[in-house]
């Protein structure tokens, strides 16, 4: 790539309206972690999909970068341009349209635009579900979550944004516009192009739009906090819950002592919801329909759980305001953690049966380094961790620095020997590429360089992420 | 492709052992309807990955076509070769070892020969459930399960094989190894290039191995065969049982009267379940873990659709050998259609809601064709109907033989219209790709064949499918 874009800016300026062209706001070259910045440069905010294949076919005709930005909530940089490269930032915010609801194909289509939160809501409108739910909701949207193919609390039970997707509306690099917007649970006609679409963190496309899959509201649900002594006692909770349950059990959350002591320290109004703190503790979530019996199902597990010696405290949701305390507990604790500021944040999954022997070790790894804080949580049923590590009290990260990267290749070390994930959910963006290149295998890398090279042979889309 | 079979098959004899040449089995140039036939070729039965690299590696080296062969149940000639080309067939049926069972992890590794039906055992063996099940169980092997995205009667809870895979060993067109066979429910390390093999056809490669997903076995379940008076009816059912039942409804079978004649007349051993046959009738099932009292669900399920005059007649399995004697009704009738023959049948989805308005529109258009008989039956759940068109009865298929295109451009075209599949689970291979260009999206097409290039130069994976 080496476009002119001045001479892009004004070809394009012949075809978009003004107000298609948006202000250099700061929010555009920036990312939550502050690992990323951007070149303040063009950031265009397209009104609707012909606007934006305007742009894609001007960009790929003139050789400028473009970087597709959603909510600008992203975990690894994907939404901050890499500044060698000419570039535009392309908003969707200007999308954000419902353009249907159907209850009775479970069905949802809206532009990518849209918040995820906007979604959720319009579904539990129609009496539906929509099941993708993470800390950002509420700034997201879904074009974001469906790039980043997002996970969230409720995998375990619903799949991540992939698995929720049914259609897509693409942009491609050269500004065709693919309209796969499908309404279809089975259609098996040719490469499963969407999925290769999500997830590919806009380095083949910009998706415009979505259809999504509804699901039928829990009628009755019910939660448990409970306490354990270990990651081994959560797996056997895990295989008990599974076994009682099937596929009722939602969600399963794992935390340590750390995540409640950072809440203690940092915000004091998230109310703690066991006394004394547990080392470890497992949110649950159960649900069904009206035939289902949440409340009772869920009280014998916990009895069964007890009586086997796998928990040692817990508490049974016993109004939907005490249910919501749980889930505010375990829904703050990002952000408790940006207020301690972490060394580090490792975004891993491991087989599960793993992870009591990954917890262990890498604990014991890190404790070399110093008497670090490591808050360890996340989605257990789906083997996925945030292995956050933090400074002792009193100190700060930057005390850090220099072991940063060593803590990094300790943890991502220790994963990829155990046959695990150095990306669950956040992806790779241009935070984790070189990770990518060094823990990936690499006939795989080679097969997603041909795919790229094949549909965006001028490599104008997100250049410097993932590559 | 130009290659010489004489020069290939003798470079290969240096390589592979004797026992890895296989006899000219009629079986391998045959598919179940009887539409392909393939000329007797080089039949290869590579005992391990390592052998299918070396057969490629040469094969694209001298230009030689590969056609991957499973089960050879497949139903679009995708199994047959094109006869225009060199080709040899690469049959995965000595693969067939399971290679781990993890029901911790809730994973199961298996070659691609393994058959459909030792996965489901082994993991029952384990008390875990592999929920994908179609009538071809018992021959079917997994590689071609997974080659051609199989569907069946578990998708509405469970998903397509697509969603039942975690990962995947493929031997790519040059030869080179893809290793792929994660145990991780969360990976989000670029492309997704599992699920753009899958469903692929052996287009981009042999799938050699693959990691799949298990669930608990449901500890408790119950069906009902119900009589309704149309579709319609049927979709009344399927949103009361989503909103009583939620995710525990598993399957929702749609049957039309016709199903039943061509039992009574072909297969009188199957047993009828209810009298009168009813014009139109559906199988539902519902399951769940130890805690879901699944018959008492059922029951008042059916008490309310028929307070609210849904169904009209009905019977709740009193036992699992009534429960196994309504899904040997369902699924007998693939056979039973085999019998009659058919003129053609039209494996499509449309859009839940259009499901009533397909239906009176097809048969009244097909009308004109004759008194034909149309077997409507399928995964209504999904929206996946199988549209079979049968001879008026003492007449046969070839008495229609000029009507065929004619009453098949009929369907496909309405289907067309109204958002639908030309094929929902069975695939495109050999049978269907004039079709997929005339009514799939020319965007995706041109994308389909970048990809393919991309991955496959030489074009000698399965050739004369999809493409």
């Known amino acids: 790539m080496t476009g002119d874009l001045a001479t892009f800016e004004s070809a394009l300026r012949q075809k978009l309206p003004a107000k298609s062209f948006g202000a250099h706001d700061p929010k555009y070259f920036e990312e939550p972690r502050g690992l990323f910045h951007g070149t303040p440069t063009l950031v265009l905010k397209p009104e609707n999909t012909a606007e934006v294949a305007v742009i894609l076919s001007l960009a790929n005709q003139e050789g400028i970068g473009v970087v597709p930005y959603g909510g600008g909530t992203g975990l690894v940089g994907g939404q901050v341009a890499d500044r060698k490269h000419a570039y535009v930032v392309v908003s969707l915010e200007r999308m954000n349209r419902i353009l249907d609801v159907d209850p009775t194909g479970n069905v949802i289509f809206a532009e990518a635009g849209v918040l995820l939160q906007d979604i959720q809501h319009r579904a539990a409108n129609a009496d539906r579900l929509f099941p993708l739910s993470l800390a950002s909701e509420g700034s997201c949207r879904i074009g974001g979550n469906l790039a980043t193919n997002a996970g969230g609390i409720n995998v375990l039970r619903y799949g991540n944004a992939r698995d929720l997707c049914l259609g897509l509306e693409v942009v491609l690099a050269d500004g065709q516009i693919w309209n796969g917007l499908s309404r279809l649970l089975k259609d098996n006609t040719g490469f499963d192009l969407r999925n290769l679409m999500i997830g590919s963190e806009g380095t083949l496309g910009v998706i415009t739009a979505a259809s999504l899959r509804l699901f039928p509201l829990p009628k009755n649900r019910s939660a448990a906090f409970v306490a354990l002594d270990d990651p081994k006692a959560a797996l056997d909770l895990l295989a008990l819950a599974q076994d009682s349950l099937g596929e009722n059990l939602s969600a399963f959350e794992l935390m340590n002592e750390t995540g409640a002591a950072f809440l ?46 796998i928990i040692i405290d817990g508490l049974l949701s016993q109004s939907e305001s005490q249910r919501q305390s749980f889930w505010a507990f375990r829904e703050s604790i990002p952000a408790a953690n940006r207020l301690v500021g972490a060394i580090y944040s490792h975004d891993i999954s491991v087989p599960l049966k793993s992870i009591p022997e990954f917890v262990t070790r890498a604990n014991a790894a890190l404790a070399a380094f110093g008497p670090l804080r490591i808050n360890c949580f996340g989605h257990l049923g789906d083997g996925n961790l945030h292995y956050n590590v933090f400074p002792p009290s009193g100190r700060s990260k930057d005390d850090f620095a220099e072991q940063r990267e060593r803590i990094r290749e300790t943890v991502y070390g220790m994963v990829h020997e155990l046959g695990g994930s150095i990306s669950a959910e956040h992806g790779i963006g241009r935070l984790k590429k070189d990770d990518l290149a060094r823990y990936g295998d690499p006939v795989k890398l080679a097969m997603m360089r041909h795919v790229k090279t094949a549909l965006d042979p001028k490599g104008i889309m997100n250049p410097g992420v993932l590559f």
Do not use: C, H, Y
Not at 298 to 308: D, G, V
């Open 264 to 309: 203690m320290e940092k915000m004091p109004q998230v109310r703690q919801i066991l006394d004394p703190t547990p080392s470890w503790s497992v949110l649950l979530e159960i649900s069904g329909g009206e035939s289902f019996l949440a409340n009772n199902a869920l009280e014998r597990l916990l009895e069964k759980a007890f009586e086997s010696g």
